[in-house]
């Protein structure tokens, strides 16, 4: 956190609209992929310079250009330009930093997203920024970094034929939003699974490594909790917006993603109370270890409290050739074999005692 705060320090003193990359370093080069497609062809391929993209602004298909990489501040001032985006607009796609948002111009729309998918290794929670950019018949869409949740889109595209759903750059936006927000049912479900097991392991093993995956898991939704709220101001913005970039027939699928939103939104708060109770449970489960362990010693040192005084009383020095009052039974040919059997009765009449009254 202290490494992002002072990346953000840099643009102190610059003016608006300076292009800033806010992120983690990295130094691998940007990839450029662009789909061009109409109802009957289509097109994919990668391109190796931001000039190669240029002449997919006018063409009558539309075209998907996705960048893989916000860190090369050249390459997003170029397409700024030929694109006709603003320069703050600019400067947001390049601040990793942004929550979900939403700005309109005559010319296109742009859109902050957070994207959030598991790790194709270690399963761990990914978040991402992304940012769509789309106008009349094109879509721009900018990453972090390589790897996302648009593999299915792009499939529908391709095998999709004829193509007349996606046949407006409006109704792509809205599948690549949608893909979005399907990663998240994805990521909720796999913590639904880890806190329902949690809630096993608590009961009968609250060890405290337990506590440190109980606040992951708790910081994992919160930074769910502060992806999601935003997106649906996003969406709802969108199903209400009146522009010529929105076309009618995609407002009732925009209202659909809304309602998905939501549904996420009640699934993050329902594990966050659940979290919160796993909580409650650990401290319960170990207090109640606590408790059993003082019972289990109590009993013991009750049970030996009146087998310490006998001890303690024959222990004495006395003297029985001196006088009879002086401990009779240390004169007893039995008095051994009578002193443990007085422990051992004290000690069986104590655990009855105990089990009678559910005391153990």
Same mark, same amino acid.
């Given at each position: 956190m202290a490494k992002l705060i002072k990346k953000i320090s840099k643009k102190r003193g610059l003016k608006p609209g300076t292009v800033v990359y806010v992120g983690e370093h990295r $130094?691998?080069?940007?990839?450029? $992929?662009?789909?061009?497609?109409?109802?009957?062809?289509?097109? @994919?391929?990668?391109? +190796?310079t931001v000039e190669e993209c240029f002449p997919f602004k006018d063409t009558p298909t539309i075209t998907w250009i996705n960048f893989s990489g916000i860190h090369e501040v050249e390459t997003l001032e170029k397409i700024g330009r030929h694109f006709e985006m603003h320069p703050l607009v600019l400067e947001d796609i390049?601040?990793?930093?942004?929550?979900?948002?939403?700005e309109i111009t005559d010319q296109f729309i742009f859109i902050v997203l957070?994207?959030?998918?598991?790790?194709?290794? +270690?399963?761990? =929670?990914? $978040?991402?920024?992304?940012?769509?950019?789309f106008g009349k018949n094109f879509v721009l869409t900018f990453q972090e970094k390589e790897g996302d949740?648009?593999?299915?889109?792009? @499939? *529908?595209i391709k095998k999709t034929l004829p193509r007349v759903r996606f046949m $407006?750059?409006?109704?792509?936006?809205?599948? =690549?939003?949608?893909?979005?927000?399907?990663?998240?049912?994805?990521?909720?479900?796999?913590?639904?699974?880890?806190? @329902?097991?949690?809630?096993?392991?608590?009961?009968?093993?609250?060890?405290? @490594?337990?506590l440190e995956i109980i606040h992951e898991l708790k910081r994992k939704l919160i930074n769910l909790r502060k992806s999601v709220?935003? =997106? *649906?101001?996003?969406?709802?913005? =969108?199903?209400?917006?009146?522009?010529?970039?929105?076309?009618?027939g995609t407002v009732m699928y925009l209202r659909d993603l809304y309602e998905h939103t939501i549904q996420v939104i009640d699934t993050v708060e329902t594990y966050r109370d659940m979290v919160s109770g796993l909580l409650d449970i650990y401290l319960s489960s170990v207090s109640n270890r606590m408790n059993e362990v003082m019972?289990?010693?109590t009993i013991i040192a009750t049970i030996f409290i009146p087998l310490g005084f006998l001890a303690g009383v024959y222990g004495m020095n006395f003297d029985t050739a001196s006088s009879p009052f002086n401990m009779p039974e240390l004169g007893f040919q039995y008095g051994y074999v009578l002193f443990w059997g007085l422990a051992l009765l004290i000690g069986g009449g104590l655990l009855v005692f105990f089990k009678r009254k559910h005391w153990m």
């Open positions: $130094t691998e080069k940007v990839k450029i $992929t662009v789909i061009d497609y109409n109802e009957t062809e289509y097109l @994919e391929k990668e391109v +190796t390049a601040n990793t930093g942004h929550r979900p948002k939403m957070k994207m959030t998918y598991n790790g194709p290794k +270690t399963g761990d =929670l990914m $978040t991402e920024q992304v940012s769509v950019v949740v648009f593999d299915p889109v792009r @499939e *529908r $407006t750059a409006d109704y792509l936006a809205y599948a =690549l939003m949608d893909a979005v927000v399907d990663g998240y049912f994805l990521v909720l479900e796999n913590l639904g699974e880890k806190i @329902e097991s949690m809630e096993d392991v608590l009961i009968n093993d609250p060890a405290p @490594e337990n709220w935003p =997106l *649906r101001e996003v969406i709802g913005g =969108l199903e209400r917006l009146e522009s010529g970039l929105i076309h009618p019972k289990v010693l």
